[in-house]
């Protein structure tokens, strides 16, 4: 069974970084495309970010493209979110999602396997 941990969510300034990560168990990591989904409240879970299984291709939403980076160490098992100059409209459960296969990066949430718990990052104005 694969599991996905979230951690790194918390409250911060606008304008402030956070560094998300997302721990993967039970599978094989290097053979997942990996994805960044967020959802606030009242609205409907969007895509963030997604990654292939090597790292090599990476894609963004419009809304986070040139603050925000995703990047995977398959050594570690992990995905990192790396979120910059953030702002209060940031706010939401951000989730860390996988998908089996090695394939490209994947941009729709019914395209993933497996989910994580999701954490809370919130932006004061």
């Known amino acids: 069974q694969v599991q996905l941990v979230e951690s790194g969510g918390g409250l911060v300034q606008a304008g402030g970084s956070l560094r998300l990560a997302c721990a993967a168990s039970?599978?094989?990591?290097?053979?997942?495309?990996m994805g960044w989904f967020r959802q606030a409240p009242g609205k409907e879970r969007e895509f963030v970010a997604a990654?292939?299984?090597?790292?090599?291709?990476?894609y963004y939403a419009d809304s986070v493209k040139g603050r925000f980076t995703i990047s995977r160490d398959n050594a570690k098992n992990t995905v990192f979110l790396q979120m910059n100059s953030l702002k209060p409209e940031d706010t939401a459960v951000y989730y860390c999602?996988?998908?089996?296969?090695?394939?490209?990066?994947?941009?729709?949430?019914?395209?993933?396997?497996?989910w994580g718990q999701g954490t809370q990052v919130t932006v004061s104005s």
């Open positions: 990654i292939d299984w090597s790292g090599g291709f990476t």
């Open positions: 039970g599978g094989t990591f290097s053979n997942y495309a």
């Open positions: 999602a996988g998908k089996n296969y090695r394939g490209s990066y994947y941009l729709g949430a019914y395209e993933y396997d497996y």
